[in-house]
Every structure is written in C-alpha cells, then in structure tokens.
C-alpha cells in the first residue's frame, strides 16, 4: 500500500466513526446505506481487494481512490442500465451546478461585472459566486474559486463551498475574516486531500475594493498603461484550519480592467508548452477597451488558438469586472 493510499484508508476510517454516530442518532436510511459501503471497503482492505475492481480485478489509480475510497467497479465494468443510470445522475448534478451560477453578466452602483464559465467535463470544480445584500451601501462579494481534482467529485467540494460563503457573508466579517472562516468549516468537512485556491473580493460603491488571494493564480489589472498581476496570496482552502488569510486594498479608476481566471487559462498547453500568463497578458492588453463579455470571449479565443484543436486540460474560468465613469446605480 502506497503512502498515499495510507492517508485516504486514515480518513475512512477516521469518517466511518463520525458517520456511525450520525446513523444512530439520525435513523436515516441513506446514513446507514453509506455506512454499509464504508464498511464494506474496509473489510476489502482486510482481505485485500480495496483498490481493485469486482469485475476486472485492475486496480484502480491512487487519484480515483482519493476521489472516491468507496469505489468498487470501474466504468469499463458497469453495465448498460448502470451506465444509463450514471449519465442521467450527471446531467441532473450539471442542472443542479447551473442553477447555482449567478447572472452571467452585472452592473451594479457603478461597478460592470461578466464572466465565462466551462466545465471541461459535464461538471466542474470551478466556483463562482456573486452576492449581493439586499441593505442599501452594502458591499458586493464576488468569490471564484478551483477545487483540486475533476469531475463529481470536485464539483460536490463546489457546492459545498457556495454554501458555505452563501451562509457567511451575511454575518459581516471582515472579508480576511470571512475566508479564515470558511477556510476552517471547509478543513474540518473535507478530507486531507482536499483544498480549493480561492479569490474573494469586497466591492464597494465608490471604485474601492478588497481582495484575499487563498493560493489562486493572480489576477491581472488592464489598463492604458498595459497589464500587471495583483500581487499577495496566502495558502488554499483546506490545508490547515488555523490558516490566517491577508486583505488587500485596490482602487480601481474607471476604465481599468481586473481578470480573475482559474488555471484552465494559463495551463492549457500543447505538448508539454503552456499558454502562460505572458500570453495571457497579451490576449488581455489586445481585448482590454471592449465590452466586458466580448473581452472574455476573446481571451478564450487566444487560447483556444493556441491550442490548435487540441482539448483542454481542465475547467476554464474567467472573470471581468470594470469601474464605470460614476459612482451612480446602474
């Protein structure tokens, strides 16, 4: 057994006594089913089938298992019906992702907000957020985030933390404050091998804004005098729970453009040679005087000609947000 399988058998086992406990107070049939498959992992552990397909007897990749200790049949094995069953369970979680997502373009009290969002699969583990309080002069959140992994997995740490910023925000903290929060409860319900880089920003009405980088690529200020990377950043989500996370302050002039992304931008690549943030910053500073929503698309256009046909990599997400002449309700 690999080291790293140790650590995902370390968290199972460690989770099966907290979700024994919540089956018996609860009486919840589907606590007690997971609990079921919980066990059964572990007696494949004793006799020395985890980690290797009832059908076919391959093992599984250390990723799959840190995604999902409770696998048991590989997709090549499933049948029909339980394929059938598997597509139609994603394209409903895909629903249920898209009905989370918040307007896909904004202005608000002179702020103009758009972003463009692509899951490489049928699901991502990108996040993006925008939360608006309903009290006047009340500041605008806007939250992006990549959970580590791919797939279904990733995309329920997705949720997971909608939720929890959702649940936050409205308590006021100062927006350091907010993430080491969030960044505690997100440690304490995930496993080890779980974590998200995340970018919160506070928008207020006047130009001012301010921002906590937890790990995520930096974003990039558009201008007339060209593009620079927003510097700062502490540790993702989930690492460790005592994690303290750092504000920075930013003005923002009208005119000036900042780009948040997630690495599905800058990572993409052909053979081994990435996009970059240096082509990055070119796609920017050539699209940097359009309407927001087409200045995205064109930066996913730079990109996609890059990649020449080839797919990309992983989710790709960016975000545009611009001061507007005034401070007036738009």
């Known amino acids: 057994m690999t080291p790293s399988e140790a650590r995902t058998l370390q968290v199972l086992s460690a989770k099966r006594e907290h979700l024994a406990t919540l089956a018996q107070d609860r009486a919840d049939g589907r606590l007690v089913e997971l609990l079921r498959r919980v066990d059964a992992a572990l007696g494949a552990v004793e006799v020395g089938d985890w980690g290797l397909c009832a059908v076919c007897r391959d093992p599984f990749t250390p990723a799959t298992l840190r995604q999902d200790p409770l696998r048991s049949v590989c997709l ?57 309080s309903e009290a006047p002069e009340s500041p605008l959140h806007l939250l992006l985030g990549d959970v580590a992994g791919k797939g279904v997995a990733a995309s329920l740490l ?11 925000v409205p308590q006021g903290p100062s927006l350091g404050g907010l ?70 302050s930013l003005h923002l002039e009208p005119g000036q453009t900042l780009v948040l992304y997630t690495d599905g931008w800058t990572e993409g690549a052909v053979e081994d040679e990435e996009f970059g943030i240096g082509r990055a910053a070119a796609a920017l500073r050539r699209a940097g005087s359009l309407p927001l929503p087409e200045l995205l698309h064109a930066c996913r256009a730079d990109l996609e000609a890059f990649l020449g046909g080839a797919p990309k990599g992983d989710d790709l997400t960016l975000v545009a947000l611009r001061r507007a002449a005034g401070c007036g309700v738009q």
């Open 158 to 168: 997705q949720a997971h933390l909608h939720a929890l910023f959702r649940a936050l």
């Open 76 to 132: 090549e094995c499933l049948s029909p019906p339980e394929r059938q069953a598997l597509q139609r369970d994603l394209h409903a979680a895909a629903r249920t992702q898209h009905a989370l997502l918040p307007p896909a373009a904004l202005a608000w009290q002179g702020w103009e907000l758009a972003y463009l969002w692509e899951p490489r699969g049928v699901v991502s583990g990108d996040h993006v957020d925008l939360i608006v």
């Open 179 to 248: 993430v080491e929060k969030a960044n505690r409860l997100f440690a304490d319900a995930t496993s080890a091998a779980s974590y998200a880089t995340l970018l919160a920003l506070r928008l207020e009405v006047c130009g001012d804004l301010s921002l906590v980088n937890a790990g995520h690529p930096r974003p990039l200020l558009a201008d007339a005098r060209g593009v620079r990377p927003v510097e700062g950043g502490d540790l993702p989500l989930g690492l460790f729970a005592g994690s303290a996370y750092k504000e920075h």
